[in-house]
């Protein structure tokens, strides 16, 4: 197989795995390069591939599981670092995130993508971003290698529970393959290579799990290892796999997810605050925040000049950056009016309905309540905001 054919079979079975925040977005120029925005604002172009897609599990949904009909083929260490070179000296690629299938053994496999990386940073000169997948089962001695090596390192845990994970993973151990290695790397990281980060992966409804056990040992994940970024990716039905009758999760899970992720790792949200439905999971039309907010308007109007990061932090249409800004602009005055506050259109009609400026409400157009409640799948007029806060 020419190594065209390769970037085609191994690009493509790498999308599977989700790397740095935002959309990861295919580029014009190929489909196996792949735009990113990386917590920093800095955006990349990152070549995203497997080292090999022959693996020896057979995970229900997965593209690559033992068994299945599709073409197998590897790179050697040597070739995919050259091609990866040839992409970076020709500045079509910035940054490497490199997987693998798990051939022969998780180390053996490990020992690979580890020796394509060394000689880009040692024969080729490369000092540039690298994400690296650990793999279920690795060793301590390749998850330490990996760690010296990459910017980042990831271990997907794929599910929230050893019960779920035997739903979709039976040939993997919860604690003994995946948990084990993770906290490896948590505890190898901080030892030796501080600034690199650590992130997780879920698939996301293939196993009947609810949101709620996946934002719970999401929360532990931030809590206890300080992951950078826990990711979910929508279960998407394979041909040829046991779950290929499964229905599609649909993509607003995955988004609510995202934004509830995100209360738990910026917000000081705990998990058992969220509005979860009967079955566990996260209203799918309404945003987790804005949810929450209409279950206590005990909390609600907010006084924006006096109230502490905290407090703003609660307030639905204001984020921690908001925050901070309003932190500053307060220090340089009263604010007065929406306009003081410095923030967006659209979040400024979100904010409007919860906040109080000097004892007062804003004027509220009929026009901020309708979006404040878009989707809220409740009457705007059950929420009672009260003039000024409760004593
Ligand atoms: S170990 Fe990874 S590559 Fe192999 S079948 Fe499971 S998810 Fe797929």
Known sequence: MDTLAKIELLG??????????????PTEITRWLHSVTQANGHHMTLFKVLQTNICEKDCAYCVNRSGRDTPRTSFSPEELARLFDTLYRRRLAEGLFLSSGICKNPDFAMERMIATVEILRQRYGFEGYVHLKILPGASEAAIEKAILLAQRVSLNLEAPSSKRLALLAPSKAFHKDLLTPLLTANRLRYRLAPKVSLTSQFVVGAAEESDQELLQTSAWLYRQLRLARVYYSAFQPIPDTPLEGHPPTPLQRERRLYQASFLLRDYGFLPEELVFDEKGNLPLLQDPKLAWA????????????????????????????????????????????????????????????????????????LSLWKTAFLNASMNPSAFYVPATRPA
């Open 12 to 25: 493509e079975a790498a999308r599977y795995d989700l790397c740095d925040p935002c959309s990861i977005r």
């Open 294 to 365: 209409l279950a206590h308007p005990e909390r609600f109007p907010i006084e924006v000049n006096t109230a502490s990061l905290e407090e703003l932090l609660r307030i639905p249409g204001i984020g921690p950056k908001a925050a901070q800004k309003i932190i500053r602009r307060r220090r340089q005055g009263t604010l007065r009016s929406l306009d003081h506050l410095g923030l967006a259109p659209a979040s400024l009609q979100r904010v409007a309905p919860f906040i109080l400026l000097t004892g007062k409400r804003p004027p509220l157009q």
